[in-house]
């Protein structure tokens, strides 16, 4: 079956790192993509990778591993504006998205 | 109107009624698609279009059916509405064409309440 998998919720401190893991299992693999999604509102598109290798994008940077079904999602200096659930979506053989629950990023001064 | 516009923005209704959901995006896209959104679970495809005339089931089509009679619109109507269907519903746009990139952007939502 297809299956994504990431944390359910991580906390980290305003100016840090924080890293954002994802599995996929899909048939078939189209792409990557993680979003951004702010309570009450809509997901917004962050990063889409499809080859292996980090993707940098001003403090977010997103990794892809295709061999081991793994992305991670890389934010750094924190800011409390981050607060909100991340998204991970692996596209299968049909350009379906497949999503994961979320992380829900907790971010403390 | 620039992006993806649903309608309305939240609904309460009584089980059993009828309900169409409305969307509409202005950037041309050929795929349009539906979710549901529950806590804990991730986005849930109810049905989906990749192009005008055309339309296709997704995870969770049960219960809910839609049309594309053009390129802009892409309705969800509940035929009998339950109260399992209470959930946010969000509707995306990709350009799924040669060259298109698939990414996805998110109209605002509907939050509908069954009861």
């Known amino acids: 079956g297809q299956n994504i998998d990431q944390p359910t919720e991580m906390t980290a401190t305003e100016g840090a790192i924080v890293q954002i893991n994802c599995t996929y299992q899909?048939?078939?693999?189209?792409?990557l993509f993680w979003y951004q999604q702010h309570a009450g509102e809509a997901p917004t598109f962050l990063s889409y990778n499809v080859l292996d290798g980090l993707e940098e994008k001003g403090r977010f940077s997103s990794f892809l591993s295709r061999s081991k079904g793994y992305s991670y999602l890389l934010l750094k200096e924190l800011q409390m504006k981050d607060s909100a659930s991340y998204l991970c979506a692996a596209m299968d053989s049909n350009y379906q998205l497949i999503w994961g629950a979320g992380t829900k990023l907790i971010i403390k001064p | 109107i620039a992006g993806i516009t649903q309608a309305p923005t939240s609904q309460i209704l009584a089980a059993g009624r009828r309900m169409t959901l409305r969307c509409t995006q202005d950037?041309?896209?050929?795929?349009m698609y539906w979710y549901r959104q529950d806590l804990g679970l991730g986005l849930r495809l109810i049905h989906y279009?990749?192009?005008?005339?055309?339309?296709g089931k997704g995870e969770v089509p049960d219960g809910y059916s839609v049309s594309r009679a053009n390129t802009d619109d892409f309705p969800l109507t509940l035929a009998s509405a339950v109260p399992s269907q209470t959930s946010v519903y969000f509707c995306a746009s990709s350009d799924h064409s040669s060259g298109g990139s698939d990414t996805q952007y998110f109209g605002p939502g509907t939050r509908l309440t069954v009861l």
């Open positions: 279009s990749n192009t005008a005339g055309t339309t």
């Open positions: 899909t048939s078939g693999f189209n792409g």
């Open positions: 950037m041309r896209h050929n795929a």
